[in-house]
């Protein structure tokens, strides 16, 4: 395993390589200081999870997201010094996976690795049937997304939410059902996570993150989505 550390505090660096090469002394990991290294070092070195920091030297974190997304789908951990929602929130609408404040212990570290891992390299049933709902395609067996016979690209996680809103079309699918599924039972209480997700499958889907033509929320209960001719 390919693990590539963004962060310009040492202190942090050595304590994220050691969780690492306990747990898996096999991995591989690498180190950057800024985000323009960084960035070098995704394309370079092709890692399999990415630990950013929002705060760096050259440019901040959200940014680094961002840029990556545009031409890789790896997993991507935040780390930042600042708890509060706003940063969680739009970290997660940069395109990352997850999001640690530091402090953090061992545990934390590797619980919130192993499940953005765990959500990357679960396979969904390979059903070997089309999803058709107006201008969107969905072939089970390949995984793979079109509007209007343009391919999506979407990460892991989004098209597992779409496949469990889409092999449950009609029906409203509680918020703690769809965490559960996509994220795991420990991702149960986190809403934001499916909030945001929801917006950037809309945004894909729709082409704004407002729109709810698809993907309808019912208030205080979860999301279902709307199947058309």
């Known amino acids: 395993m390919k693990v590539l550390i963004i962060d310009d505090e040492p202190d942090v660096i050595e304590v994220v390589d050691l969780c690492f090469s306990l747990r898996w002394p096999e991995a591989d990991i690498a180190s950057a200081t800024t985000g323009d290294e960084g960035l070098s070092l995704v394309e370079k070195?092709?890692?399999?999870?990415?630990?950013?920091?929002?705060?760096?030297?050259?440019?901040?974190?959200?940014?680094?997201?961002?840029?990556?997304?545009?031409?890789?789908?790896?997993?991507?951990?935040?780390?930042?010094?600042?708890?509060?929602?706003?940063?969680?929130?739009?970290?997660l609408e940069m395109g990352a996976d997850d999001y640690i404040t530091k402090p953090f212990s061992h545990i934390e570290l590797l619980a919130r690795v192993r499940a953005v891992l765990r959500r990357?390299?679960?396979?969904?049933?390979?059903?070997?049937?089309?999803?058709?709902s107006g201008d969107l395609?969905?072939?089970?067996?390949?995984?793979?997304?079109?509007?209007?016979?343009?391919?999506?690209?979407?990460?892991?996680?989004?098209?597992?939410?779409?496949?469990?809103?889409?092999?449950?079309?009609?029906?409203v699918l509680p918020h703690h059902t769809l965490l559960a599924k996509v994220w795991g039972r420990e991702y149960a209480d986190e809403i934001d996570y499916l909030k945001v997700y929801v917006r950037r499958l809309r945004q894909k889907l729709e082409g704004d993150p407002e729109t709810t033509g698809r993907i309808v929320s019912e208030r205080g209960v979860g999301y279902k989505f709307v199947a058309v001719a």
């Open 45 to 91: 070195e092709k890692p399999d999870i990415i630990l950013l920091d929002i705060m760096l030297p050259d440019t901040d974190g959200f940014q680094v997201c961002q840029e990556i997304r545009r031409f890789s789908d790896v997993p991507i951990v935040m780390l930042t010094a600042r708890g509060g929602e706003v940063d969680k929130v739009r970290g």
């Open 120 to 132: 990357y390299e679960s396979q969904l049933p390979a059903i070997g049937e089309v999803f058709e």
């Open 137 to 171: 395609r969905i072939d089970f067996a390949s995984r793979s997304v079109t509007i209007r016979g343009q391919a999506v690209r979407l990460t892991p996680t989004e098209y597992s939410l779409l496949y469990h809103l889409t092999r449950n079309a009609g029906r």
